[in-house]
């Protein structure tokens, strides 16, 4: 009876194996629509005669040189500014997804007021949808 308890058991593991499923195109999207809002902050910034570090645009695609140029010390104050950071009225309407783009934008080294600027309109929304 162990036996047919055992083998039964066994039986139930076994499982199909399956290809490994590709990435949704909707992921290619997202990332797109974020790097655009990216690129958008990183010009502005420097626009406004501000310090822009590459790594606002590291891992966008066209930007595949970008490296992360921010000591460990400006990257920890970054973070600490976009945990800090209030979020704009157009933020907030867009929900949590737009509230974690609008916090990278900072981390990556956004200054907080352009990230405000960038944050308004279409270019964040549709970032957000992804």
């Known amino acids: 009876m162990r036996i047919i308890v055992l083998i039964l058991g066994l039986a139930g593991c076994a499982t199909a194996v399956s290809a490994p499923v590709p990435h949704p195109q909707g992921r290619t999207a ?3 629509a ?3 809002l990216l690129e958008v902050a990183h010009a502005e910034t420097l626009a406004r005669g501000l310090d822009a570090p590459s790594d606002i ?3 966008c695609p066209g930007h595949e040189t970008a490296r992360d140029t921010m000591p460990l010390k ?7 500014r ?3 950071a209030v979020l704009p009225p157009d933020v907030v309407a867009n929900g949590p997804q737009a509230a974690r783009l609008y ?3 900072i981390s990556r080294g956004v200054p ?3 990230a405000a600027t960038v944050s308004t309109g279409a270019l964040l929304r549709d970032a957000a949808r992804g």
């Open 30 to 32: 997202r990332i797109a």
């Open 34 to 36: 974020e790097c655009r």
């Open 57 to 59: 645009l590291v891992g």
């Open 74 to 80: 400006a990257q920890s104050a970054a973070l600490r």
């Open 82 to 84: 976009a945990n800090a």
């Open 103 to 105: 916090r990278r934008m």
């Open 112 to 114: 907080e007021a352009v």
